[in-house]
């Protein structure tokens, strides 16, 4: 396949269907390359789909997350690993925000392509060097998704603050990360979540932050907590990787008329079929709504409650686990000829169940939900 140019397009479903486009067929190479490969790493970094959530003033749509969803869905139905690393990109370019307005300005204008990685389990640790204004740090972090596409990377450290200690958030040039090559999984295998570390790298404190700050960007959409934006748009890529693997599953089936195999039709699969289906597609429902209310009660001049941030996140733990349930049923229905290397719906079912380990969208969180539904304090900093 040669080389593709994505032009900038006039919208983001342009870009997003632009950028599918140039991935059809590549998913196995992705795969087996570990990374992005330069051109698909290219076709996403000048896509200007990155941009979407930033603030209007960083060059970016202010928040439009509504087709950021709908992006990374789109593309995620093309290649898991691809629509997963665009997930992380768009949703840690959020952080702009957060850093000090004159700082993000300086670093981060402009429409030339951007991408922040980044890690948010606090691995490192922040020192002050000679005065609270500076920080060494150092540390080692696990899957820093999209980091070799990257051109700054953001890295939670514990550090030293008037009132003890706090998880901060340093910003750091790509460029003064060692890079540990050493991502070797059963799903998303290509997108490069390497580990990677840092020794004694000095940053000053106002390209650092804590998830408590204030954003300063003034459009409505900053309103909504960065986590609540990051479960939203994780299950957007789950959705898009499992109607990839349906719809391998119903392709196939109308190629052959119904039958599945060499010994004709299944019944077991045509029930696993309209199950899954159902599911993915209730999910996807559930998403949809909890976010509509967000957007509601923000236009309405109020912060979304924490029970709609509750539900919304809930929303995002429940289409996980059933994007997985509606593949695992696939899989086991679709007989033998769903382990072959060259099975769409078997590459599905490995991003999907790998992507529903993420900390974010983790089973274990529904504790914190039940008790935010229950009228109980939900002790689920930073999530909620």
Known sequence: MSAITIQTPRSANDAAAGLAEFLVGRGPDIEANGRLPPEVANALRTSGLLRLLMPRVLGGDGGDWRSAFDAIEKVAGADGSTGWTLMIGMTINMLTGYIERDEALELFSGTSPLFLAGVFEPRGIGRHDGDDASFRVSGRWRFATGVHLSDWFCAAAAAQS?????????????????????????????????????????????????????????????????????????????????????????????????????????????????????????????????MNEIEASIWRGAPPSERQRALLWLAAIQCARSCGEALDQLFGGEGASGIRRDSPLQRSWRDVRSASKHVVIARQRLEAVGRVLLGAPSDAKPFL
Request: hydrophobic share 40%; proline share 3%.
């Open 162 to 290: 008037g009132t003890g200690q706090e998880v901060r958030h340093f910003i750091v040039p790509t460029s003064a990360l060692k890079i540990h090559p050493n991502w070797n999984v059963i799903g998303l295998s290509g997108t490069g979540s390497d580990d990677v570390e840092l020794d004694s790298v000095a940053v000053h404190r106002r390209r650092s932050f804590t998830l408590d700050d204030k954003p300063w960007p003034e459009e409505e959409f900053w309103q909504v907590s960065f986590y609540t934006v990051t479960a939203l748009l994780m299950a957007a890529a789950l959705l898009g990787m499992t109607r990839s693997g349906i719809d391998s599953v119903l392709e196939k089936g109308a190629r052959t008329g119904g039958a599945v195999s060499r010994f004709g039709r299944s019944q077991c699969l045509e029930v696993e079929v309209a199950t899954a289906e159902a599911a993915t597609r209730a999910s996807r429902a559930f998403v949809l709504e909890c």
